[in-house]
């Protein structure tokens, strides 16, 4: 019909790991440099086709996080403001069968005072069965836990909702004022790094083995997240005792690996005008259908 299509790459993993585009829009919007070279390599689009605009989300968070309030966020977590915060984000089972497992003997050295005076704040993942069954095990716990729910648009996948605000604003203030971030090869590492949030991403397992279609260390290994893996931007434990010791080390030397977070930030999502870019890449499709328009109508 002539109606320029333009395709905004929803996340980081998607070029390497959703399949091929069903077809190639007159302009792919790409986050960064990496994401430029996967399209080109892996679903054969034109260098000409591509703008590196940014991530849209971030644009977003570096606006809000400007606005927030530690005593506001605390107040909401019921979280003093002498307390370390540990936070755990939860993934889907397939991702980590052993997290249960993994956040009872978190929460004991934490409970134990290993830390010190801290508290584990849970983000449950908005479509893990596992969930549930968090909330009947520690919503009313007298242990230093807290949960934090995340609505059904932070799933990841196209939900048809950006979202409320409220929710968005919950989460930012989580990953700019926790101590430590805890997850499993997710997306959260970069919303972490962002706030230049030490990041900890465990790398063992208790039950799933190495060689398993699922293994832990084959997740920190896949073509996007190797180059966070290779940064040295997160620390991968490889062992629950190791795993406490860079959860030590995060709170007490919060600027070590301070300049390999800064890296992935400003490679993997730079600060641009991401609205702008976006709304340039809109008018340039439109320009060049016309001009093609234009130029057929004279043949």
Known sequence: AGIPVICLVHSWDNLPARGLL??????????NKYMVEEAINLHGVAPERIDIVGVPQYESYRRIAKQTDENVF???????????????????????????????????EINRGRFGNAVLVVRLHPTDERTSLYVDKYVNSKLPIRLDKADSAFAAMNTGTVGALESVINFVELMQFSDVVLNVASTVTLDALLFNTPVVCPNFSFTVTADSWNSI??????????????????????????MLEDIDRGINYPQEREKERQFIVSTMMPNLPTSLLIDRSIQLAIEDKQRSAASNTEI
């Open 74 to 108: 605390r107040e909401r977590l019921n979280i003093s403001g002498s307390m370390r915060i540990i936070t755990f984000t939860t993934s889907v089972d397939w991702v980590y069968p052993d997290e249960v497992e993994l956040l009872d003997k978190l929460l004991i």
């Open 217 to 242: 260390s084959k997740l920190y290994r896949s073509s996007h997240f190797s180059r966070i893996s290779d940064s040295d931007a997160i620390s991968l434990p490889k062992t629950i005792d190791e």
């Open 22 to 31: 069903a077809a190639v829009p007159d302009r792919l919007l790409v986050w």
